[in-house]
């Protein structure tokens, strides 16, 4: 859960497209969206999509269906993570960077 004082809460739903939407997942949707309305947070959906074997996309489409019938429309996303490895990679490097700038004897 990410907060700031301008936007509110956002908080995320991350599920596997490897098959139906168990119904575990849909009541951590549901707790996560109840939470993000109640704070004036917005709720995001990123598909975890890393599972290349498994993935398939009427799993994905699926999972956004019962998402909808269910009434938990989301804010933001759907993201998907096999789309933002550039994103990471990204984030990686600079902090590679400043970790490599700050390491030394007597760096606290």
């Not at 939470?35 to 009427?58: P, Q, S």
Request: proline share 3%.
């Amino acid at each position: 859960m990410t907060t700031s004082s301008s936007t509110g809460v956002r908080v995320r739903f991350a599920p596997s497209p490897t098959g139906f939407l168990h119904v575990g997942s849909a009541r951590t949707c549901l707790y996560n969206w109840l939470f993000a309305k109640h704070n004036n947070g917005r709720l995001i959906l990123r598909i975890e999509d890393t599972d290349r074997e498994r993935n398939r996309d009427e799993w994905d489409r699926g999972i956004v269906d019962s998402l909808a019938w269910l009434g938990l429309g989301f804010d933001e996303g759907p993201y998907r993570q096999s789309e933002r490895s550039e994103l990471y990679r990204d984030a990686i490097d600079k902090n590679s960077s400043a970790s490599a700038s700050e390491s030394g004897y007597g760096t606290v």
